[in-house]
C-alpha cells in the first residue's frame, strides 16, 4: 500500500510565499507522476502543476512563472514552492502520485490535502 502525507501549508500574506511537501512511502517500486491540484468550494479540482519522473514540468496557466514544482526521486517526495500567492488562491491542496509497487501494479493515490490561507 502507498500512502502520500503532505505538509506545509498555513497562512500567508497576499504576495507572501509557501512551501508545500508531499512524501509518498510504502511499497513503491517507481513513482511516474506527482502533480498538485486544488479545488475552491463551488468548482472543480484544478490540476496546478504535475512532473513526471523524468523531471518534465508543467503548471496551470495561473500559476506560471509563480510556482515550481519539484521532486527528491530518492525521498519520493514532491515540493510546490509559491511565490506571489493571491488571496483567491486560498483553497485546499491536494497531492496525487501515480505509479508501480513493489508487486508491479499500478497505483495511484491522494493526500488528505493541506489547506491554504491567503489572507491580511
Known amino acids: 500500500q502507498v500512502q502520500l502525507v503532505e505538509s506545509g501549508g498555513g497562512l500567508v500574506q497576499p504576495g507572501g510565499s509557501l512551501r508545500l511537501s508531499c512524501a509518498a512511502s510504502?511499497?513503491?517500486?517507481?513513482?511516474?507522476?506527482m502533480a498538485w491540484y486544488r479545488q475552491a468550494p463551488g468548482k472543480q479540482r484544478e490540476l496546478v502543476a504535475v512532473?513526471?519522473?523524468?523531471?518534465?514540468?508543467d503548471y496551470t496557466d495561473s500559476v506560471k512563472g509563480r510556482f515550481t514544482i519539484s521532486r527528491d526521486n530518492a525521498e519520493n517526495t514532491v515540493y510546490l514552492q509559491m511565490n506571489s500567492l493571491k488571496p483567491e488562491e486560498t483553497t485546499v491542496y491536494s497531492c496525487?502520485?501515480?505509479?508501480?509497487?513493489?508487486?508491479?501494479?499500478?497505483?495511484?493515490?491522494w493526500g488528505q490535502g493541506t489547506l491554504v490561507t491567503v489572507s491580511s
Open positions: 496525487n502520485a501515480q505509479g508501480t509497487t513493489n508487486s508491479y501494479r499500478p497505483f495511484e493515490v
Open positions: 510504502g511499497s513503491i517500486r517507481s513513482i511516474n507522476r
Open positions: 512532473i513526471t519522473g523524468g523531471g518534465t514540468t
